[in-house]
Each structure stands twice: as structure tokens, then as C-alpha cells.
């Protein structure tokens, strides 16, 4: 049985109630980085000309990532109907990375459409970043 580590967090609020941002791009380090810059690019290749941002959130956006325990948390943000993206890449890249990458317990991959090219709130607790902006 494994233990259970304390590592998880309460996110504190500014002076405002909202969330401070906890995550950053400088946080993603190697071996993890170039783990996110190969999920990125796949989004890009598997949805040209779709793909206006890539988000990565959790362990690996606040630099908290742990060996073999640790997955990486993802999405893109498509122009147009994300249900038009073919998804079925999903599980074969996960195959893939994890020969490259076998420190990563898996890639959660997610889609979600973009209306506007204003960001949106929520994606406050990802840290961008791709953008075609």
C-alpha cells in the first residue's frame, strides 16, 4: 500500500476573493517541459489551424510534478465546434509518450471551444501555453 503525501493545497485569494494565479510557464521544468512542448505540438498537428491554445494546469503548471505519480493536465482551445476534433489520437499518443516519457503516469487531454479571442476566466488556473495569438 502506498502513503498518501500531504501535497495537496488551499489556493489563496487576493484582497479582491479571487484566486492568485499559482501556476507559470517558468515553473514547467525538465524532464517535464519537454513532455508539455511534445502534447502542445500534437494538438497543433492533430487540429491545424484549430488549435488557438494549449493549457497545462495541476502538479506540472506550478512546478509541483512527482516522478511517476504525476500526470499532465491539458487542454486546447479550438476555434469553432470542438466537437468537430477527432479525439480517437488521444489514447495512442498516451501510448506513445509514455515509451518517451515513462516518469508520467498518463496525459489528460480535454478540448473546449473558443467563442471569442478574449480569455476566458476560468482558464485562470492553467497556465498558457501555446498561443497562435
Known sequence: ????????????????????????LEKIVEPWRSLVDDVAAAYVMAWPNRVMGVYIRGSVAAGQAI??????????????????????????????????YPFCRGIVMERDQCFTRDF?????????????Q
Not at 71 to 77: I, K, M, P, R, T
Request: charged content about 20%.
Open 1 to 24: 500500500m502506498s502513503n498518501i503525501l500531504p501535497i495537496g493545497s488551499i489556493l489563496p485569494v487576493d484582497a479582491q476573493g479571487y484566486l492568485v494565479r499559482w501556476v507559470s
Open 67 to 100: 516522478f511517476k505519480i504525476s500526470d499532465v493536465d491539458s487542454l486546447a482551445v479550438v476555434s469553432g465546434d470542438c466537437r468537430a476534433c477527432d479525439r480517437r489520437w488521444f489514447k495512442k499518443l498516451n501510448q506513445q509518450m509514455s515509451r518517451y
Open 120 to 132: 476566458h476566466p476560468c482558464y485562470e488556473r492553467f497556465s498558457h501555453y501555446y498561443s497562435t
